[in-house]
Structures are given as structure tokens and as C-alpha cells.
């Protein structure tokens, strides 16, 4: 193994979730729904699997599918693409996030995003040469994370060759606000930076968040420089598809692809036919998703508090971040491995994606995009705790 990533073990996903089927806890450790997505995508897939689409689609997609991300980009976002030069279907959002870093940065270049970060990006970043500038989130006197402004300008140098901003935060649950987004958007032109936006959870802003989910790509200034990516596996619940997308300028787009040809080259014939489908879903679709995973946050928070844990308020995703020290717990990956033995619910340490781990030590995350009873279930074993 190269020396550079040998700082890379087993990925806490895999780490916890096989600890789960070792001790038959409840998992609500990695991120993945137990029910299906939308029937309409479901049959579109096998019908797809029975009418021949089993070679290899286009390297870009299918039009179908960029004509379908481009819709819906539009009626969600107002972001007008033109399917045949600006949108990329790609394996996962991973791909597109790792084919974008390796495409975009030299040796030496440096990434800024926030920490705690989705696993990927540490790796990616890694691959590619590159060097992470991570500006830490810390839950303020509201429980919200915020960041300091300071650190996000600091952060920013001349080495600088773009910004990785998730929002809805996994794991924190954080919508970024209009406000945050104007300081990162100045930033990015101030100092000539691209921004990658990782928005897989852009259907998963619940009801009482501060403000709705905004696009970075979408302010003054930044569609020129921003390559957009989201995926279909949270919001239509198949995260085992790996069918994600890239959206923005042809230039950011194209080089992308330059990359991403020699990774998979393409992926998911008959699944690309669905997601289409699944796209032009009714308003009604989209706005029952968001009920649904905002109905099971609460079930999941109010258990949480009725178990003597401290929550921290979860805007959107799938995720919910809890501070163990009022039980008694000082290290998050030391409680996640305790936890199933002694009450057989598995979480995720959340420390295990921030650098400067001390100010994640405390935390951990649940993930409530479960079915009721499943919640219920664990909810009742937490209560042994006390
Ligand atoms: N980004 C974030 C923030 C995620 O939580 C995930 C995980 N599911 C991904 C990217 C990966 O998405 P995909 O499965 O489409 O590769
Ligand atoms: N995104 C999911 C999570 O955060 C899991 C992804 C994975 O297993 N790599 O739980």
C-alpha cells in the first residue's frame, strides 16, 4: 500500500455496521434506509433489466437521465443546464466527488472544507496530491454548528484550488445558511477558487430548519466556477444503485469526465433509465420524502431525550449527532464500541472525521432514516442505560 494512504484503515461504515451483525444490534450506525424508494422507479429498473439496457451506456449517461437531472435542477433550483455539455451521471456521488478532486488539484494543492467531512474526501483529497484545510464546525450556544469566520478566511491562501462544501452536513445534520454561503462565495472569488458542493441530501431540509436547502452554484458569481453533485440513493432510497451526477460549467464538467473515464468509465445501465423516471416524480413525491424522514427524526430525537441523551438539532439529513458526556462517555469511538454489547444499538463515532479530533471526541451520530418500529426498538434497549 502506498505510504499515503496507510492512514486509511476499514471505514467506520463497514466497521460498525459488521459489529452490528456480529452482536444483532440495532444499527442505526451507517446511513442507508430499510424500506424502498418510489414503485414507479422500482419498475422502470426491471423493465429496463428486461428490454436489453445491459451494455454500456454513454460515458455522460443516457440523455434520458441528463435530461431528467437537468429538469430537476430547474424546478427545484432554478439552475438552468444544458444536458448535452453540463451534466455527468457518474458512479455515486463519490465518483463524482473523487473524480473532481483528482481532476481539479496538482500535488500540493489545497482543498478547503469543514470538518467533521464525509470519509471520502479525506481519501480523495489524499489521492490526488493534495492538502486538506478543514475549518472546523462546533455546535454554538443554540446546539447549531456554526463555524468562525476567522478560521474559513484563514483557511483560504494562495494555494488554494477549491472549497468542498457539504450541505445538508453529514454528519451534523447543519443546513448552511444564505449568510454562510455569501462569506464562502466571497472567499472563492476573492481568491479565484472552485467550489465542489456535495448536496445528496438537498430533499432533506425539514420543516422548522432556519432557512431552505440553497445551492451554492446559485449565488452572484459562482455558477462559473462551481461543480454541483448529488446522487439518487438518499433521496429515492437506493443507495446500493450508485447512480450520482455532476452539474456546472462544460469546462468544470468535461474535466471531470476526463477523469472519471479511467475510474469506472461508466456504470448502471438499466438503473439510469429509472432514476429518470424517478426525477420527474410529481411535487408530492419529493415534499412526502421530506415529511417522512422529518416524522422519523422526531421519533428518533424525542427517544433520544426520553433516554437521558443530549441531542443536538438536526435541520435535515438523515442524521442526528448526540454529546455522550452527560452519561458519562469522554470518547465517541470507545462508546460506539461499548454500545452494542451493552445495549445492542450501534452509532457512528463522529470524531472519526475531523483532524483536530478533540472537538468531536464527545459526539456521535445516530441515523433515523429507519422504519418506526426500528427506532422504537432502539430507543427502548437506550433507556437501559440509565
Ligand atoms: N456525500 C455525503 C455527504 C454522503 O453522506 C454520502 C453517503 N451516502 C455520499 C456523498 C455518497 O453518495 P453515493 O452513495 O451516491 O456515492
Ligand atoms: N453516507 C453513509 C453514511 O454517512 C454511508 C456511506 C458509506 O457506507 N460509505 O452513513
Known amino acids: 500500500l502506498v505510504e499515503r494512504m496507510r492512514p486509511f484503515g476499514t471505514t467506520i461504515f463497514t466497521e460498525m455496521s459488521a ?12 446511513g442507508f434506509p430499510d ?13 429496463a433489466l428486461a428490454s436489453g439496457a445491459n451494455q454500456y451506456p454513454p460515458l455522460a449517461g443516457i440523455p434520458a437521465l441528463r435530461t ?26 463519490t465518483e463524482a466527488i ?15 472544507c469543514f470538518e467533521p467531512y464525509y470519509d471520502s474526501y479525506a481519501a480523495s483529497i489524499t489521492l490526488a496530491g493534495a492538502v486538506r484545510r478543514p475549518v472546523t464546525l462546533r455546535p ?56 465542489v458542493t456535495d448536496e445528496v441530501y438537498e430533499h432533506l431540509v425539514f420543516s422548522d430548519a432556519a432557512e431552505t436547502h440553497i445551492p451554492l452554484a446559485g449565488l452572484p458569481g459562482m455558477r462559473e466556477r462551481t461543480l454541483r453533485i448529488s446522487s439518487a440513493g438518499k433521496t429515492f432510497s437506493c443507495t446500493g444503485w450508485k447512480v450520482g451526477w455532476a452539474t456546472g460549467p462544460a469546462r468544470l464538467v468535461s474535466a471531470m469526465l476526463r477523469v472519471k473515464q479511467f475510474l469506472t468509465f461508466v456504470n448502471a445501465s438499466p438503473l439510469q433509465p429509472a432514476v429518470a423516471v424517478a426525477l420527474g416524480l410529481p411535487d408530492s413525491y419529493f415534499t412526502g420524502f421530506t415529511a417522512g424522514l422529518q416524522e422519523r427524526r422526531d421519533r428518533l430525537v424525542s427517544g433520544l431525550t426520553d433516554a437521558g441523551l443530549t441531542v443536538l438539532p438536526s435541520e435535515g439529513t438523515y442524521f442526528v449527532t448526540v454529546d455522550i458526556r452527560p452519561l458519562g462517555g469522554t470518547d465517541g469511538i470507545e462508546f460506539c464500541r461499548w454500545l452494542p454489547e451493552r445495549c445492542g444499538v450501534v ?16 459526539l456521535i451520530r445516530f441515523a433515523f432514516c429507519k422504519r418506526a418500529e426500528v427506532i422504537d426498538e432502539a430507543v427502548r434497549r437506550l433507556k437501559t442505560l440509565n
Do not use: S
Request: contains cysteine; hydrophobic residues 45%; aromatic residues 6%.
Open 19 to 30: 459489529l452490528a451483525v456480529r452482536t444483532g444490534a440495532v444499527n442505526l450506525g451507517q
Open 35 to 47: 424500506t424502498d424508494g418510489p414503485a414507479e422507479m422500482l419498475a422502470a429498473a426491471a423493465e
Open 68 to 93: 431528467a437531472i437537468a429538469a430537476h435542477e430547474q424546478r427545484f433550483w432554478g439552475l438552468g443546464r444544458d444536458p448535452d455539455a453540463e451534466v455527468a451521471v457518474t458512479a455515486g456521488a
Open 98 to 112: 473523487a473524480a473532481t478532486i483528482l481532476a481539479l488539484c496538482e500535488a500540493g494543492d489545497e482543498v478547503v
Open 140 to 195: 454554538g450556544p443554540t446546539g447549531r454548528y456554526e463555524f468562525d469566520e476567522g478560521e474559513l478566511r484563514a483557511a483560504f491562501g494562495p494555494r488554494t484550488r477549491l472549497v468542498l462544501l457539504n450541505t445538508p452536513h453529514n454528519p451534523t445534520g447543519k443546513v448552511f445558511t444564505r449568510a454562510e454561503l455569501t462569506l464562502i462565495a466571497e472567499l472563492c472569488q476573492q481568491h479565484d477558487a472552485y467550489a
Open 347 to 362: 452509532a457512528v463515532p463522529t470524531q472519526v472525521f475531523y483532524d483536530h479530533q478533540d472537538a468531536g471526541r464527545h
